[in-house]
Every structure is written in C-alpha cells, then in structure tokens.
C-alpha cells in the first residue's frame, strides 16, 4: 500500500510517501519538505506563535494536497516535542484540524524513542545484539536500548539542538563560562537516567540516527548522503572532541562551509554537538553507527505490522 507519513518536528515539516507492505522495507517514493522551525516559533509562555501554528496549518493543507495527487491511501500524521511541548499543543492541532481536517497526534517522548529503536532494530538486524540508539531532535534527545524489537528502556529529554540553540545561542557562539555551565547541564540531564541502560551492561551495537548525527558524523570525516544509504558511517567520539573546540571558535559564515551543515541548521550544529559528545562520554562509547532509518520509518513499520496482524 502507499502510506503518507507526516511529520512534524521541531525544525522541519515532512510528508514521505512510501510504498510498503509487510515483509519489505519501505520503498520511499516522494518527499516534500518544508522548514517550519516550531522550536524557534515559541513565546515566553511556552506557546506556538501565530506565526508558527499558519505555517503548520499552511504546510499541512499542502502536504495533504500532495499525499492525494500522489494517490496515498492512508495518511499517518504525528507531532513531536516542539508540538508535545507547547503551552497551547491542544489548540495548535484543532486548529490545523479544522483549517485542513488533518488529525495530528502527538507522540510521547518514549513513544518516540521506541519507534525509532524499532526502525534501529529492523534495519541493522538481531546480529547486532544489545542496542543502544540515540536521536538528536530539534527539540528532545531520544535515548533507548534493549536486545528485542521493543526496548528496554526508552525515554526523552528536552536536549533538542534547536532547543538549546535558542536557549543559550541566542546572540551567537556563547562565552566560555556559559558553555561550560551548557555542558554540565547536558551531562546531569543524561546521567540521571543513564543507570537504566547500564545496568544491563554495555550495548553490542551503538547507533545514532536523525540530522543532527548525520552532520556531525559528515563533519568528522564520513561518507557524503550522495553515496547512498548503504555506506557504513560512523561518528567517533575522539574526532568529536576534537571537532567540537574549533566549532566553537568559528563565526556563522565558517560553520556553514562545513560538510554536512546546511544554512538552516548552521546555529544548532555546536549545542547538537555538546549534547552528542555528553551521551557517547557517559555511556562509555567511543563510537556511534549512523541509521539512516529514523522515526518516519518506525511509524511506518508499527502500521505495517498492525495491518498484517488484523489480517
């Protein structure tokens, strides 16, 4: 069948059609993309700016537009941590539902960290043992980890990169006593749960997915997305570190040279990188594998398996 999966991160809105059935990998067959940036549309109370809640309600009607041209049987639309998080998330989605007729749920953070391990699982396989997997969203970090399909343990912090990015980038690359205080309080927020994954030892196989990761790994030295999902990629804690000094030393105009680092996301590449840096040191790793499958692929691997189950 084709599905529409529409998803509405903290940065990007993204429609991807698909054509999937059960025992197959998902096939993608149309993306439509547009940079929404809810994370960065917040006001002091917490709540999506007007602003931000007609460009959701604009994307939206012309996601739907193209999931029907491109003759989409069902549409799967979900919202994350800037929509989860918001003062106003309830009348953000009736909103957007009553302009578009769209009904947007919103998933949890462990939801969204077990749908993620989920597509971790499926695409890497059981030889890779014990998992552990991360995702740095715009928003939230998604840590989860287990030996089966579902984890073991799953949960979300709000350690976004565009989160962090408008919290302590606000006026450029901070000095050096506000990133230190940045970085101890990324370590405390991942420490105080890390317990639960390390109790059960140290993973087989550590994976990262989702833009952020993909930079960074790009920026130390991995395989350009030109040559194809099926490079192995691998973003190495010491090049990392070594990365990280001169990041925070170079002005806008150097990080978006970077390889890897598109203009839109040139402000969140630094706090995306403390945070990357903060997970691999306490959880002992000294290497992450990037997954090109992510959430998207998750959500459509839970509908594809709920189908075949009812049938």
């Not at 931000?52 to 049987?73: P, R």
């Not at 570190?241 to 040279?257: G, N, R, S, T, Y």
């Not at 995306?272 to 959430?295: H, K, N, T």
Request: proline share 4%; glycine share 10%.
């Amino acid at each position: 069948m084709r599905l529409g999966v529409l998803d509405i991160g903290s940065n990007t809105g993204h429609l991807l059609v698909v054509d999937a059935h059960d025992g197959a990998a998902p096939l993608p067959a149309y993306s439509h993309k547009e940079r929404l940036r809810l994370a960065e549309h917040l006001d002091q109370d917490g709540a999506v700016s007007q602003t931000g809640i007609d460009a959701l309600t604009t994307f939206t009607a012309q996601a739907l537009v193209v999931a029907e041209d491109k003759g989409c049987e069902e549409m799967l639309a979900f919202a994350t941590s800037a929509v989860r998080d918001a003062s106003n998330s309830d009348a953000v989605l009736e909103h957007v539902r009553e302009r578009t007729g769209a009904k947007i749920e919103v998933l949890s953070g462990e939801d969204e960290a077990r749908l993620t391990f989920l597509a971790v699982r499926r695409w890497f396989g059981w030889s890779s043992g014990r998992l552990a997997v991360f995702d740095i969203g715009g928003g939230s970090l998604e840590i989860a980890g287990g030996k089966d399909e579902s984890p073991d343990v799953a949960w979300s912090l709000p350690l976004g990169a565009a989160r962090l990015a408008v919290q302590w980038f606000g006026d450029g690359n901070p000095d050096e006593e506000t990133v230190r205080r940045l970085r101890r309080q990324i370590r405390t927020d991942i420490a105080r749960n890390a317990g639960a994954m390390l109790r059960a030892g140290g993973p087989d196989h550590a994976v990262a997915t989702s833009k952020t990761f993909r930079s960074l790994a790009r920026i130390c030295g991995a395989a350009p997305s030109d040559e194809g999902p099926m490079v192995s990629r691998v973003l190495r804690a010491d090049h990392l570190a070594e990365w990280i000094p001169k990041m925070l030393a170079m002005p806008d105009e150097e990080l978006q040279e970077l390889p890897g680092v598109s203009s839109s996301r040139t402000h969140q590449i630094v706090p995306g990188a403390l945070v990357a840096e903060a997970a691999m040191d306490i959880f002992g790793l000294s290497e992450l594998e990037i997954c090109p499958w992510a959430l998207r692929e998750g959500v459509i691997l839970e509908r594809i398996d709920r189908i075949s189950r009812a049938g």
